[in-house]
């Protein structure tokens, strides 16, 4: 019995570590992609140049390509990593485009209710604009550079980081020493928490931790991020139209 519990302590807490190490993986490949992107640009464009949309829309992009090879395909050297693990199985379906607007307003919901709690400690500010690298820039051609980098190119990045390659092997490191339910419980609260962080804003990371934990219950259902990323199109969709058409901000 004693080196039963011992064993399980052990293997516990290598899960624990791994986990860890995953979440600090992640987190950190994003920000060193963009600190590198950024970095090179401006130093080769100038601070102006690099202002301009196009531009803007280039440092996005390239800052996803990297954080990809970083946290996906750098590892899938040793561990590899195929579609199915990334909730890329197959094709959309009739499934995963219905539950989209359903997700939605389970999200805004969900945001909702948080964002009102967090409204009681006066250090938060739930109106703060989040800057996207756009704002001026909001007619004729920069608008279509800004949708195509916001509400497409971003949720197809964010959600096969996060939601497909993230919440996919912690789910499946702590099926090892939980329950099914606990370990979905507590790897959507950790890949949730960790995305919210990356925004680097409280009232930004308090709405997308609302709705990660809707992606990742997306994703338990489906079995993929088909769902995750309309849904997360569609609220950046939303987003773009009233900052970058209504103006509204």
């Not at 607007?101 to 109106?127: C, R």
């Not at 997360?232 to 139209?241: D, E, I, P, S, T």
Request: charged share 10%; hydrophobic share 55%; with cysteine.
């Amino acid at each position: 019995m004693k080196k039963f519990k011992l064993s399980s302590k052990k293997s516990w807490a290598k899960t624990s570590l791994h986990v860890f190490g995953m979440l600090i993986w992640v987190a950190a490949s994003v920000i060193v992609a963009q600190l590198i992107v950024g970095k090179i640009m401006v130093l080769i464009l100038g601070t102006e140049q690099f202002l301009q949309p196009v531009w803007t829309a280039i440092y996005s992009a390239l800052s996803y390509v990297i954080a990809m090879i970083l946290i996906i395909l750098i590892p899938s050297i040793k561990f590899k990593t195929n579609r199915n693990e990334l909730g890329l199985r197959g094709s959309p379906t009739w499934t995963d485009i219905g539950l989209a607007p359903v997700g939605f307003v389970i999200y805004l919901i969900l945001a909702g209710g948080i964002t009102t709690l967090f409204n009681l400690f006066p250090w938060f500010n739930a109106t703060e604009i989040q800057e996207l690298g756009f704002n001026v820039y909001v007619i004729g051609f920069d608008r279509i550079i800004a949708f195509i980098t916001l509400v497409i190119v971003a949720p197809i990045m964010e959600e096969i980081i996060f939601r497909g390659w993230l919440y996919g092997k912690i789910r499946e490191r702590l099926a090892l020493n939980f329950s099914n339910k606990i370990s979905m419980f507590i790897s959507i609260f950790l890949v949730s928490l960790l995305f919210g962080i990356v925004h680097l804003q409280w009232n930004v990371g308090v709405n997308v931790f609302a709705m990660s934990i809707v992606l990742c219950g997306l994703r338990e259902i489906t079995g993929t991020i088909y769902s995750g990323i309309l849904l997360h199109m569609l609220k950046n969709g939303v987003a773009f139209y009233l900052l970058y058409v209504l103006g509204v901000g």
